[in-house]
Structure formats: structure tokens, C-alpha cells
């Protein structure tokens, strides 16, 4: 079963800049999504930015023209380039992998949608102050 670890995270101050990473213990073969998903204190965990297997990228409305979301496939590795960041960004970061969404990733930074995916990284925090 692949595993997924996530790094990048730290603090920062409003407007600055960040980039995560989630490394996947082996090569995600076939169909699949993946992406960043986070959770703010006492809120429910939400999508961030996802990318299908066919090269696909969305992103939630509160993160567009600021965020990136990108993979090496060569090392196995996606990233979350994150800029112009806001204190409301300020969460615990997590990286996802499902086979059984590909083709509808999109779904899953739609708003309370249930993300009860496949597999998921430890999380990684990042705090944005003024």
C-alpha cells in the first residue's frame, strides 16, 4: 500500500510564501487523484487543490490565482507552491490519494463534500500571522 508524506510546512507572515511536498512511497500507476486538503481549528477538513491522473488541476475558489498544485512523476512527488498567503490559510495541510475518484477529482474541493479517500499523509502545519 503506498504511504504518503508530506513536508514544507512551517510559519509565515502574511503575503509570503510556502511550498509543500508529499512523497509517495512507491509509483502511482493508472487512474487516480491526488491532492491537498486541509483543516483549520474546529472546522471540517476541505479541499484544496487536486490533480487527476490525466493532468486535470482544480482548485477551491479561495485558493485560485495564489496556489499551484503540480507532480514529478519522475520522483514521485507533488507539490503545493503556495503564495500571497493569508492568515485564513493557517491549517494542518494533508496530502490524498484516491483511485476510486479518478476522472471526477474535481468533487472533491467542492464544499462539504464527504473525503473519504484511500489513502493520506500525517499532515503538515502551516501558520500564517500578521
Known amino acids: 500500500r503506498v504511504q504518503l508524506v508530506e513536508s514544507g510546512g512551517g510559519s509565515v507572515q502574511v503575503g509570503g510564501s510556502l511550498r509543500l511536498s508529499c512523497a509517495a512511497s512507491?509509483?502511482?500507476?493508472?487512474?487516480?487523484?491526488m491532492g491537498w486538503f486541509r483543516q483549520a481549528p474546529g472546522k471540517e477538513r476541505e479541499g484544496v487543490a487536486v490533480?487527476?491522473?490525466?493532468?486535470?488541476?482544480t482548485y477551491t475558489n479561495a485558493v485560485k490565482g495564489r496556489f499551484t498544485i503540480s507532480r514529478d512523476g519522475a520522483e514521485n512527488i507533488l507539490y503545493l507552491q503556495m503564495n500571497s498567503l493569508k492568515p485564513e490559510d493557517t491549517a494542518m495541510y494533508y496530502c490524498?490519494?484516491?483511485?476510486?475518484?479518478?476522472?471526477?477529482?474535481?468533487?472533491?474541493?467542492?464544499?462539504?463534500?464527504?473525503?473519504?479517500?484511500?489513502?493520506w499523509g500525517q499532515g503538515t502545519l502551516v501558520t500564517v500571522s500578521t
Open positions: 490533480y487527476d491522473s490525466d493532468g486535470t488541476t
Open positions: 490524498a490519494l484516491d483511485r476510486a475518484s479518478a476522472g471526477l477529482c474535481h468533487w472533491l474541493v467542492a464544499p462539504q463534500v464527504v473525503l473519504d479517500l484511500e489513502v
Open positions: 512507491e509509483n502511482t500507476d493508472g487512474n487516480y487523484c
